[in-house]
């Protein structure tokens, strides 16, 4: 047989590689250390589930956190597995159906962070992560595309995936220059090829091959799978080397002619499986595969092993495995409309309750009937409803933009419905940790004749004016927090992941961590810190991103009671909104107030800091529902809030 598409696919994986060692990876770091305390879900289909398996078997190496790849119909029928982790979507050409459903209900139902590599920058994939608020994109160009099995889509994000944990690894990876440095045990994978043709030629007419494997190199053996059952080469079943010894070894008994075994090996389990290959019976053909561990390297030497050895069970079979004919109930089955037969999960549960129970630690399944609790929120609702609002104070990152490390302006949506708020009179005002970047921002995309309606409570309330006046930046001595710069200055030296320190006096000290630092853990470690110096710790706050130190009566509230001065307004008619509601949170004190409401972690007290949005909307989504349910009273100056509606 002639040299097929799917050979032609494989010369071209050199030049693949050297794409892949040559891309800009700095983003992909970012986002893989900034979920380095969590549990990650990788989400793929066919070839792109081998990446997923990839990026989900490096992450568990290098940070020892359980990690899932998941197909798409995993997520679409339970999207509450993505409700805590984030989640990094894979999908080469970005046309896949089920990844764009996937993406709809990660994001609008339950996702908090989603990610998405994919090697088409104009696609329908893209344009729903354009529309989607918190999906950060990850575009790697291939130009050429791939045939019906995933192979140089795969090498390159693979490769790319690889360098991003290998370059974060504290001892850095060492990466071949090219495809010929990589290494099966101890040989090249043409060398390793040659000696498998045999054991090839003894399988295929046999129709099954059963892979057995070490646990590291999961992601190398449901790819073989994948290409072999997608394009009908050979029926093959998948068990890691233990779990094909309970029970599995039964064909080799019953079915010996029709089976031959492929292990895939590293130094962990290559004494174990040389025992049990000694215990096979001597008529079932068995190759081994012996990589060098689950390093990254070791996973990309496998992916790229097992592809060539598709083409040489493709000779054997006279088949080309890119160009299968595809039936067309084949693609009907590719096409069918998911939403159509699976519908979208319905919120469970009152809305409210389930986040405040969370924020006071009752999680499932201690969770039960707790009448205090629904009366409560009968109640707070009820007292919502009936209160006509003459102003509303928001925080800004998180409630009115995305909370990231951009320092982007609020979204084109959020814009439209402060303005309509600002131009039936209602008065706005701004509470942030930030300073004159939001000025400017809100400059921006504000009209200038709305700046004097807008009051900002800047530096968590230290600097409090309008939008059309001037930010005091004179600084002035504080010795307190002087005394806690000295203390961040000592943590920075013994290694405390800190990024940057910015000092604001007299006002504050704000904190950013490195990617993948916990703010909530590095709240501890600044507040004991300052407690072992004999400071005052009830001024730490923290965002989702940031501690920030608070000088003496630095406080967001201060911009609620100078609005209430300012403008003759009752404190009833002020209803105030953020996302970090329960202390340390820094909009702890903001959600204080009587009429108050969460986008993302509730206040702890039950009369007041709700979150009534639906649970899976957060940040920004919640902020718009709120505003989509205030109805302004047709005379203006008012609005009220329907939620029920």
């Not at 990094?88 to 990610?115: C, Q, W, Y």
């Not at 054991?199 to 070490?214: N, W």
């Not at 992916?303 to 084949?330: C, H, N, Y």
């Amino acid at each position: 047989m002639s040299d097929t598409y799917y050979d032609g696919e494989l010369a071209e994986l050199g030049n693949t590689f050297f794409a892949a060692m040559s891309a800009d990876i700095e983003l992909l770091k970012l986002a893989i250390a900034s979920a380095a305390e969590s549990s990650i879900i990788g989400v793929g289909s066919g070839g792109s589930f081998t990446v997923a398996s990839l990026l989900c078997n490096l992450h568990e190496l290098y940070t020892g956190r359980v990690s899932r790849p998941s197909t798409p119909l995993e997520i679409i029928c339970n999207p509450t597995l993505a409700a805590s982790s984030p989640v990094f979507m894979i999908s080469a050409e970005g046309k896949n159906p089920d990844i764009i459903e996937v993406l709809e209900r990660a994001r609008r139902h339950s996702s908090r962070t989603v990610h998405v590599v994919t090697n088409r920058r104009s696609s329908p994939l893209m344009e729903h992560v354009k529309e989607l608020p918190e999906v950060t994109p990850h575009v790697f160009e291939l130009a050429k595309k791939d045939g019906y099995l995933a192979t140089n889509s795969l090498l390159l994000d693979a490769v790319l995936i690889a360098r991003a944990y290998g370059a974060l690894h504290s001892e850095a990876v060492q990466f071949p220059k090219s495809l010929d440095g990589l290494r099966i045990g101890g040989q090249s994978v043409q060398e390793w090829l040659t000696g498998a043709q045999d054991f090839v030629r003894q399988a295929v007419p046999r129709k099954g091959l059963i892979v057995v494997f070490s646990p590291l190199l999961r992601p190398v053996a449901a790819d073989l799978e994948s290409k072999l059952s997608e394009s009908a080469l050979l029926y093959s079943q998948l068990a890691d080397i233990r779990s094909f010894a309970h029970g599995r070894h039964l064909w080799l008994a019953e079915r010996a002619q029709d089976c031959a075994i492929l292990a895939l090996v590293e130094p962990g389990v290559e004494r174990l499986w040389a025992r049990m290959q000694e215990l096979l019976p001597s008529d079932v053909p068995v190759c081994t595969m012996p990589l060098g561990g689950g390093r990254p390297q070791d996973l990309l030497a496998g992916l790229v092993a097992q592809m060539r050895l598709v083409s040489l069970i493709a000779a054997e079979t006279g088949k080309d495995p890119a160009k299968p004919l595809v039936p067309s109930f084949g693609r009907d089955l590719y096409y069918v409309d998911l939403p159509s037969f699976i519908p979208g999960p319905e919120d469970t549960g009152r809305r409210g309750e389930q986040s405040k129970f969370e924020v006071l630690g009752a999680r499932w399944p201690s969770i039960g009937s707790n009448g205090a609790m629904s009366r409560a929120l009968a109640s707070f609702e009820s007292a919502l409803a009936l209160q006509p609002f003459r102003a509303i104070v928001f925080d800004y990152d998180g409630t009115l933009c995305s909370s990231q490390r951009k320092d982007l302006p609020p979204s084109a949506p959020i814009v439209e419905r402060v303005i309509r708020l600002l131009n039936a009179g209602i008065v706005v005002g701004v509470a942030s940790g930030r300073g004159d970047s939001i000025q400017q921002h809100l400059r921006d995309v504000l009209p200038s004749e709305v700046w004097s309606k807008v009051h900002l409570g800047l530096y968590n309330g230290g600097w409090i004016g309008l939008l059309d006046e001037e930010i005091d930046k004179a600084i002035v001595t504080n010795e307190f927090l002087s005394h806690v710069r000295r203390i961040l200055g000592r943590l920075e030296s013994l290694g405390v992941p800190i990024e940057r320190v910015r000092e604001t006096y007299p006002h504050q000290i704000s904190v950013r961590f490195k990617e993948g630092a916990n703010a909530e853990n590095m709240w501890f470690v600044i507040a004991d810190s300052l407690r072992q110096a004999g400071l005052d710790t009830s001024t730490v706050v923290r965002s989702k991103h940031s501690v920030d130190v608070l000088a003496a009566n630095v406080n967001k509230s201060h911009l609620v009671a100078n609005m209430i001065q300012a403008r003759g307004i009752d404190p009833y008619e002020i209803v105030t909104m953020g996302d970090q509601g329960a202390w340390p949170g820094n909009d702890a004190s903001l959600l204080e107030h009587r009429f108050s409401l969460s986008v993302d972690q509730p206040s702890r007290r039950l009369d007041r800091g709700w979150k009534l949005a639906p649970h899976h909307k957060r940040d920004v989504d919640a902020t718009l529902w709120y505003l989509d349910h205030a109805k302004i009273d047709p005379l203006g100056g008012s609005f009220r809030f329907a939620l029920g509606t």
